[in-house]
């Protein structure tokens, strides 16, 4: 549809006569906006960052950083003279002026392969400032969107949630028709054009098609999941012009037959193939920036607080596994935000017997050392003034914190089981085999690839220009035939969406599985195939997620029903503190992992009472500071981990049940004849 253009002035003497119709500027501003994805994506990270003034000067900044780096990087190579500098014959002492060339004997010292870095560093730049002065502009355009048609300002967005926003957007479509494939806009329409790619990269994920798990000696199974690898898939699978969707919200219609499937695996596979040929080309220049980025951030870090670098945070792979269908960055931060201290405690409840020995010998030895060089420089303070001591310090500090990290606190109780089941209340998701096993190593094991060292992920993503080429021919290559498969089996087509993963719907009928249902397996009138389930309960719990998140979305009749029996039992069972003590519940979240939810949150039917007397825009009113919040009102979390907790007992029963069943059916071997 296109937008009506200003009439043909009339010559008319008598203009006092004329009546001028001045129609709303913003009527058809926004009217059929043609790629709703990257709109409603721009308008998510319009909020996400504080507004067009923090976007542009984050954006200057950011180019700024990556002229200085470059600039630093050369003239530390050829800027300085190094002989002067660390010439140990020199009678007088060196100054700055002595030291650093001047411009033109910098430039004199370049060598071919500093002439070739830093063209190829100005291109970079070059298109760097291009693609950053077009996302101002689309910024720019998005501010007037949120100033004019939302009615909201910058100094007010830290006031404002992004349901709020959405609620707003909602009514602006009926106003202006945005999409005019339909009239009205739901929470899961938006949530579907921003995270179309991100639900097939989980999807890919919970199908294990990704991440790529690598056999390293000595160590066993590696999950390998890097920014750079991640960037790779996604250009292949979604930004580069030969990717399986014709546009970003439509799969070519070759995918969406089988009878091409295998011309398409192998048009893939040569894709494959020079994606892995691509990398191994860049891979050195890569490298040293990456090498040289990452020592420029964490230098100062390492010297000031050496500590942090042994911390543990959540990886990447953990970060993706972990997320529900249609989940937001900011309703994923959330959720790991408030897991991050239970799962340091279940991490640190394990420690090496023949680790800590060391650990403390070692310790011991650094902290002697260091009060001997504190105790000389009390008593004269030249002391400090030897050459190398302080060096010679610093090393001892930085052995001695991370000797202290291994050392674990002598107040820790042993009950890794308790500490795993305060993990999963926040991050929802438990595979059936880590039941009862949390501690051994082998669960151990599984939940460090979930949460693991800063430096571990450091040394992955420094190596992954080396190892990218490696695991795209490896892992990525021999699975072309199944990606394929995965793309037409796993693509449906939403009516003013487009083609969307059907994992995304939530359809617990066609994903589900049944033994997450209320209903038992045989009495259910279609079972769906193990292919077509999700793995560990994602689109059930990714429901519940959606609905407890966006309370005034309408699901289907069959998410409804399930919600309902899933509310019926939540509402019978109570969930108070006492009443999961008496129930089959402490199999799977025991008195001590509800302790430290006590501690956090009241009981839990206290907060319904207070719930229901509180006036709704009360509720919202104590949200209005947080613009983080997961949902229009604050008991969304608490009403999540309640329906988590009712799930997995439903599941945990559905699966005895049905081992029962399959013992019962099973007839007993007859003993063999002698």
């Known amino acids: 549809m296109q937008n009506y253009s200003t009439l043909q002035e009339c010559q008319d003497q008598d203009e006092h006569h004329i009546i001028v119709h001045d129609a709303e500027p913003t009527r058809s501003r926004w009217n059929h906006i043609e790629d709703l994805d990257s709109f409603f994506s721009r308008v998510y990270r319009y909020h996400h960052r504080h507004g067009f003034r923090c976007i542009l000067l984050s954006d200057l900044f950011e180019i700024l950083q990556f002229i200085f780096v470059v600039w630093l990087t050369v003239w530390l190579i050829h800027g300085i003279d190094y002989e002067i500098l660390f010439n140990p014959k020199l009678d007088h002492k060196v100054t700055l002026y002595e030291i650093i060339r001047s411009v033109g004997e910098t430039v004199d010292n370049f060598t071919y392969l500093t002439w070739f870095s830093v063209i190829l560093a100005f291109i970079v730049l070059f298109f760097k400032c291009i693609h950053k002065f077009y996302q101002i502009l689309q910024f720019w355009d998005i501010k007037q969107f949120y100033n004019i048609a939302l009615e909201i300002h910058d100094h007010e967005l830290d006031n404002v949630n992004w349901h709020e926003i959405q609620t707003k957007i909602i009514a602006v479509q009926l106003e202006q028709q945005m999409c005019i494939h339909k009239r009205e ?389 109570g969930y108070s503190n006492s009443d999961i003590r008496n129930s089959s519940l402490p199999n799977i979240f025991d008195a001590a992992s509800l302790m430290e939810m006590d501690l956090l949150y009241p009981s839990v039917n206290n907060l319904r009472a207070t719930r229901a007397t509180l006036d709704s825009s009360m509720v919202s009113s104590t949200r209005k500071s947080v613009w983080k919040a997961e949902g229009p009102n604050m008991f969304g979390p608490i009403a999540m981990r309640q329906s988590c907790i009712a799930l997995y007992d439903r599941h945990y029963r559905q699966t005895e049940r049905a081992a029962r069943s399959l013992e019962e059916t099973t007839p007993l071997l007859a003993p063999k004849p002698f």
């Open 185 to 573: 806009l739901t929470e899961l329409d938006i949530y579907h054009r921003i995270l179309r790619q991100e639900n097939y990269m989980i999807a890919l994920i919970n199908k294990r098609l990704l991440p790529p798990r690598l056999k390293v000696p000595f160590l066993g199974e590696w999950i390998y999941w890097t920014k750079t690898l991640k960037y790779s898939v996604q250009a292949l699978l979604f930004w580069s012009p030969w990717s399986p969707f014709e546009n970003p919200w439509h799969l070519r219609e070759e995918y969406k037959r089988s009878n091409m499937r295998h011309e398409l695996a192998a048009r893939l596979r040569k894709q494959i193939l020079w994606l892995a040929i691509i990398n191994s080309l860049f891979s050195p220049m890569i490298l040293i920036w990456q090498i040289i980025y990452t020592f420029f951030s964490y230098a100062e870090l390492i010297k000031r607080e050496p500590g942090k670098i042994g911390i543990r945070n959540w990886s990447l792979y953990g970060k993706i596994y972990l997320r529900h269908f249609n989940e937001l960055d900011h309703e994923l931060h959330a959720r790991l935000t408030r897991a991050y201290r239970p799962a340091t405690k279940y991490l640190a409840a394990f420690s090496s017997p023949l680790g800590t020995i060391i650990a403390q010998h070692i310790s011991f030895i650094c902290g002697a050392i260091c009060a001997v060089i504190v105790a000389f420089t009390l008593y004269d303070e030249d002391v400090i003034a030897v050459e190398n001591l302080i060096t010679v310090m610093a090393a001892l500090g930085t052995l001695y914190t991370i000797c202290k990290n291994v050392i674990p606190e002598e107040s820790m109780v042993w009950c890794p089981e308790s500490l795993l089941q305060a993990v999963i209340v926040h991050t929802h998701y438990m595979t059936t085999n880590w039941k009862s096993c949390a501690h051994t190593s082998r669960v151990r094991e599984s939940f460090q690839q979930l949460f693991q060292y800063r430096f571990v992920a450091l040394l992955e993503e420094l190596v992954s220009p080396l190892l990218i080429p490696y695991v795209l021919f490896t892992w990525l290559l021999p699975r072309s035939l199944e990606i394929v498969d995965f793309f037409r089996h796993f693509t449906v087509s939403v009516v003013g969406v487009g083609d969307v993963c059907s994992f995304a719907q939530m359809d617990v009928k066609k994903h589900g599985n049944p033994q997450w249902q209320k209903t038992s397996v045989e009495s259910m009138p279609s079972i769906p195939d193990q292919y077509s389930q999700a793995e560990d309960g994602k689109v059930e719990l990714s429901l519940v997620h959606f609905t407890t998140t966006n309370p005034r979305w309408v699901p289907p009749p069959e998410a409804q029903i399930f919600m309902d029996s899933l509310m019926d039992e939540d509402n019978a069972a």
